[in-house]
């Protein structure tokens, strides 16, 4: 599983969208994943909810929307490489309050440089999800501009 994963990172740097996204609810297996391949590659992987958290505090509520694309670029550049970035536990980009549609976010980072990332959900029918319906942070997108890699 991990040299398959390994593959689709070397092979997304040809591709236009470089985002590979590791599906899996919670408990599914994608820190253990995106940990394995961290090591192999020699990478860090970015724990995406506690870095961005600490970036954040200082910043105030009402423009942290306007700030979370510039500091996720400085959390790839910072802990990244020309290569590949990793990140994991995105959950925070689901916060309502932060008003952004994480599924996009992760695409446009991903523009200059592979970058794999977990994905907190499920992958039905060609579209992500994150959360229940009805849920505040309920997220549902279809898949365009990203390869899946299936962990469920």
Known sequence: M?????????????????LILVVASAGGGKTDILSRLAESEGLPRVNVGIELSRKLLPVPSLQRSSEVMSLLRELMDQNG??????FDNIEILFE????????DVLRKLAHARPLVAAWPGEFRDGRL???RTGHREHCEVPLDGAVVF???
Do not use: G, H, V
């Open 2 to 18: 991990l040299e398959r994963l390994r593959e689709l990172t070397e092979d997304a740097a040809t591709l236009k969208s470089k």
């Open 81 to 86: 490489s020309e290569r590949c970035a990793i």
């Open 96 to 103: 309502e309050d932060l008003r952004i549609n994480p599924f």
């Open 129 to 131: 999800t994150y959360a």
């Open 150 to 152: 299936e962990l469920n």
